[in-house]
């Protein structure tokens, strides 16, 4: 299993680009999230989602949108970029039986800069 | 009050040395918890879950004070391989189980 995996591992976006962070995991897993995280600080949950079809915001989801056609793709998609977006962008993903103590695998990240 | 908190450090400690990390959770209703580690510009990945009867995994202990709303990591022995942010995660009991993780307490292991 390769697990999850993101791509771009980087990327420079100018201010006002679009972009989509692709996020793919192979563990048949239910769950996806999106977190980005900021020098110094936790994670915050951008989206997530329960399973395909389904998805719901987080704690920051202004500026990006996602979908979930498929189990295995949960991509992200940022708009009008802005300064504000630049992070390292992280994808995670949990098999989600029922009962919390399952946990959850990340992607590599991807390091965003908006210039 | 922030939903799950951490002292961000950063712990310098000895190599050797013995060092305890709490996180507090304000929601009564948290469910499972978990010690995460993360190595500087990598993704985060699990350390230990941590049950209520306490649990020990090597030098590496967890425990949960569900009256007091933390829980703890205790790590003996430390190696400079333990450097790193150490993040404690929170779920919620019922609906998504969306985990909540806290900012992360940094550990500096020196020789």
């Known amino acids: 299993n390769a697990g999850v995996t993101q791509t771009p591992k980087f990327r420079i976006l100018k201010i006002g680009q679009s972009m989509t962070l692709q996020c793919t995991q192979d563990?048949?897993?239910?769950?996806m999230y999106w977190y980005r995280q900021d020098p110094g600080m936790g994670l915050k949950l951008i989206y997530y989602?329960?399973?395909?079809?389904?998805?719901d915001k987080g704690e920051v989801p202004n500026g990006y949108n996602v979908s979930r056609s498929t189990t295995e793709d949960f991509p992200l998609r940022l708009e009008l970029a802005a300064p504000s977006q630049t992070s390292v962008y992280f994808c995670?993903?949990?098999?989600?039986?029922?009962?919390?103590?399952?946990?959850?695998?990340f992607g590599p990240g991807t390091r965003l800069t908006v210039l | 009050r922030k939903e799950v908190e951490q002292d961000p450090g950063p712990f310098n400690v000895p190599e050797g040395a013995t060092v305890a990390f709490n996180c507090t959770y304000s929601?009564?209703?948290?469910?499972?918890f978990f010690w995460y580690r993360q190595d500087c510009r990598k993704e985060p990945k699990l350390l230990m879950s941590?049950?209520?009867s306490g649990n020990e995994d090597g030098r590496f202990t967890a425990q949960l004070n569900r009256a007091s709303q933390y829980i703890s990591l205790l790590i003996r022995d430390s190696k400079l391989s333990d450097s790193a942010t150490y993040l404690c995660?929170?779920?919620?009991?019922?609906?998504?189980?969306?985990?909540?993780f806290g900012r992360g307490t940094s550990l500096i292991v020196h020789p």
């Open positions: 995670a993903s949990r098999l989600g039986l029922a009962g919390g103590d399952n946990e959850q695998f």
């Open positions: 563990m048949n897993h239910n769950y």
């Open positions: 989602s329960v399973g395909a079809g389904i998805t």
């Open positions: 929601n009564s209703a948290s469910q499972s």
């Open positions: 941590v049950y209520s």
């Open positions: 995660v929170v779920i919620l009991s019922g609906g998504s189980y969306i985990p909540t």
